[in-house]
Each structure stands twice: as C-alpha cells, then as structure tokens.
C-alpha cells in the first residue's frame, strides 16, 4: 500500500467516525441503528416481505434467541436476516474480495434490556472503508440508500 493510499483510507476512516457520532453511543462504529415501534419477529417479518418484494435474495433468516434458548442460554428475542443482491455487492467484490465476510448484507432486530426493539446493520460506507474499497462510489450510494429506505420502510409507525 502506497502512503498516499494509507493516507486516504485513514481520513475515509476518521470521516465515517465523524459522521457515526450521531449514532447512539454504546453503538459499534459502522452500526446503523433505528427504533422499530414492532416486536423483534414483526420487524424482521416486514423487512423480509420488503426485500422479497424488491426480488432480492433472501439467504437466511436466523433467530438468535430461539436458538440459544435451545441450547439453556437466556437471551431476549434477537433476529437476523440475511440477504443480497448480486448487482450491487459483488462490485465491491471486484474491488477487494475480502468484502465477502461482510457480505451478504446482515440486518439484526433485537429487543434491549428496557424492552424496545432496534434494527441494525453495517453501514455499506462502513464495509468500503474496512476494506480499503475507494473505487466503487457509486455502487456504494446505491446500496445505502437502498438499506435506508428498505429499513426505514421496515420500522415505519403503524
């Protein structure tokens, strides 16, 4: 990596830290965090129905408390859903195919000790700049803005 390059990922880097100081505190940096006034199940329901709509890929659908209540584990209800869209993610791919861990994109509905549901994902911008990806803007605009509004839909008052 050239010292113009390592320069460029760490200003990308400081700037997404700048703009996730909006985000809830104890968030991890790149979190995406929204409020959903749904259970855990109802919020990961109309995300799915959502995204099917869109004809995107579902991958999995995994339900963190189900499963660790099986094994003697209390947890609150924690939903995951995986899904992709091959015309948008895999540009990221041809960037930097170490992208692939955070891909598929991931969306977590989980229920916070005071009771209220939240739904989370990696920020795209976030994913870019972890793996250096500085060539793929456009492609990383459209996926944002497709999470947003597929999430903001998904959380969306009754």
């Not at 109309?46 to 499963?67: D, F, P, Q, S, Y």
């Not at 989370?120 to 250096?132: E, L, S």
């Amino acid at each position: 990596m050239t010292q113009g390059t390592a320069m460029r990922n760490l200003f990308m880097a400081v700037l997404l830290m700048l703009a996730f100081g909006a985000v809830r505190a104890d968030d991890p940096r790149g979190l995406v965090t929204k409020p959903s006034p749904w259970s855990v199940s109802e919020t990961i329901d109309r995300l799915e129905e959502l995204v099917r709509a869109k004809g995107i890929t579902i991958a999995l659908r995994w339900n963190h408390g189900e499963r660790a209540g099986q094994v003697g584990i209390p947890l609150r209800p924690t939903e995951l859903l995986m899904f992709g869209n091959p015309k948008l993610g895999s540009h990221l791919f041809t960037s930097r195919q170490s992208a692939g861990i955070d891909l598929p994109m991931k969306v977590l509905a989980w229920e916070d000790k005071e009771g209220r549901v939240w739904l989370g994902y990696n920020d795209p911008r976030w994913i870019a700049a972890r793996h250096g990806i500085d060539d793929r803007d456009e492609m990383i605009g459209r996926m944002s803005r497709a999470l947003d509004g597929l999430t903001d839909r998904a959380v969306a008052k009754p």
